[in-house]
């Protein structure tokens, strides 16, 4: 079945820095690939999302980027702000998502 | 709107006790989920509903035992839990399964079990 490995585990940055979270995946049929982010007591958020025939996509200061060929995907977050702080979540999907195990990612004002 | 609502919000149980969580969605989606997620650790599926019909069961214990009345609502019915079943339960849909739709998570309920 997939599997999925998530890096790094926790994660602190200066506000106005760029935050990475990079995750692998072991399923290559897996062609649907969702981030989330999950504050403290809250459900997580799908906050964006690339299918396999793409290899990037952006919305305002988070972009995510996906290379088939060797698997991985990564998460960036441009220009930290404090609210950015949250656990972030990546999956891969055929039929059910696989997430990763998780990232901390702490903004510091 | 991508509205998800689960309750009750908090729930405390004994283990003799029988309760139920309920989750609703007015999206018009046609495929419901229920996730347990422990502390620290990332959702796992438990149960996928596919047009009411429930299509996959990951091998969940029978004390857990999920029902999909109609499109919009999913219920998740708990009898003699255990302990170790403390957790929060999320709900969450999509358009249609198993294509690969986004899914949209719900709050949660977070259960105690003494």
């Known amino acids: 079945g997939e599997n999925v490995e998530q890096h790094p585990s926790t994660l602190s940055v200066q506000e106005g820095d760029s935050a990475v979270i990079k995750c692998t995946y072991s399923d290559s049929a897996s062609n649907y690939f969702p981030w989330y982010k999950q504050e403290l007591g809250k459900g997580p958020q799908l906050i964006i999302d690339?299918?396999?025939?793409?290899g990037e996509k952006k919305d305002q200061r988070i972009a995510v980027t996906l290379n088939k060929t060797a698997k991985h995907f990564s998460l960036h977050i441009t220009e930290t702000q404090p609210e950015d702080s949250a656990v972030y979540f990546c999956?891969?999907?055929?039929?059910?998502?696989?997430f990763g195990t998780g990232t901390r990612l702490q903004v510091f004002p | 709107d991508t509205e998800v609502t689960q309750t009750p919000k908090h729930l405390v149980m004994g283990m003799t006790n029988k309760k139920s969580l309920k989750c609703e969605q007015h999206?018009?989606?046609?495929?419901m989920y229920w996730y347990k997620q422990k502390a620290k650790k990332p959702p796992e599926l438990m149960f996928v509903y596919s047009y009411e019909k429930l299509s996959i069961n990951e091998s969940v214990p029978s004390r857990f035992s999920p029902e999909c009345p109609n499109s919009s609502l999913l219920n998740l019915h708990l009898h003699a839990l255990q302990p170790e079943d403390s957790a929060l339960y999320l709900c969450?849909?999509?358009?249609?399964?198993?294509?690969?739709?986004?899914?949209?998570f719900g709050p949660g309920t977070r259960l105690t079990v003494t």
């Open positions: 999206m018009g989606h046609r495929a």
């Open positions: 690339i299918r396999s025939n793409v």
């Open positions: 969450a849909s999509s358009q249609i399964y198993p294509d690969p739709y986004e899914q949209y």
């Open positions: 999956a891969a999907a055929t039929d059910k998502l696989i």
